[in-house]
């Protein structure tokens, strides 16, 4: 069972990036998919999180209006489109599997090994 998180790279203030996640091993459609991010010295925060099946969502207040997660076609890919990146969106971004959707990452049991999203001028 993997998770797999891409897209990553480096962005200029203002800028966009399209993160993917998709799974080896599992039905990704069978499970709620959050997105975690880890900056250098502070903990990991969820960022968003999108339902298994009726497409509920959730976003945390810092990319409200920012971002945006979506599974098209409810099937292998959860994408989470960053539009306006900051400076303060620098971190390791990682997506995971969990049984419902929910904000706490302990409830996630399976986890990719990140993407580095870097935003700078």
């Known amino acids: 069972v993997q998770l797999q998180a891409s897209g990553g790279g480096l962005v200029q203030p203002g800028g966009s990036l399209r993160l993917s996640c998709a799974a080896s091993?599992?039905?990704?459609?069978?499970?709620?998919i959050g997105w975690f991010r880890q900056a250098p010295g502070l903990e990991r925060e969820g960022v968003s999180c999108i339902s298994s099946s009726e497409g509920g969502t959730y976003y945390a207040d810092s990319v409200k209006g920012r971002f945006t997660i979506s599974r098209p076609n409810a099937k292998d890919t959860v994408y989470l489109q960053m539009n306006s990146l900051k400076l303060g969106d620098t971190a390791v971004y990682y997506c995971?599997?969990?049984?419902?959707?929910?904000?706490?990452?302990?409830?996630?049991?399976?986890w990719g090994q990140g993407t580095l999203v870097t935003v700078s001028s």
């Open positions: 995971s599997a969990a049984q419902y959707i929910s904000r706490s990452s302990t409830e996630y049991a399976y």
């Open positions: 091993g599992f039905n990704l459609a069978d499970y709620a």
